[in-house]
């Protein structure tokens, strides 16, 4: 299934696909098309995966903030 990890700013988004690259997961930058204020300049990460969870955990445990998931 396709996710989107709302990330709010670039830089965290690149770090975010930096990591997921490293361990062989593809990943991609994208933006939202109408963020809210609380999305930030609205980056996300785009990533198909069937263990959503257990990303979200390995990404926190490396200090990247995740603000919000959707699934697209």
Same mark, same amino acid.
């Given at each position: 299934?396709?996710?989107?990890?709302?990330?709010?700013?670039?830089?965290?988004?690149?770090?975010?696909?930096?990591?997921?690259?490293?361990?062989? =997961?593809? &990943?991609? *930058?994208?933006? +939202? $098309?109408?963020?809210?204020? %609380?999305?930030?300049?609205?980056?996300?990460?785009?990533?198909?995966?069937?263990? =959503?969870? &257990?990303? *979200?955990?390995? +990404? $926190?445990?490396?200090?990247? %903030?995740?603000?919000?998931?959707?699934?697209?």
């Amino acid at each position: 299934m396709l996710y989107e990890l709302k990330t709010g700013t670039l830089t965290r988004a690149q770090r975010c696909v930096n990591i997921l690259k490293k361990q062989g =997961i593809k &990943a991609y *930058i994208g933006r +939202l $098309k109408n963020p809210k204020k %609380e999305d930030g300049c609205g980056y996300t990460v785009r990533v198909n995966t069937d263990n =959503i969870s &257990a990303i *979200i955990t390995f +990404l $926190k445990r490396n200090g990247v %903030e995740i603000s919000g998931v959707d699934s697209a």
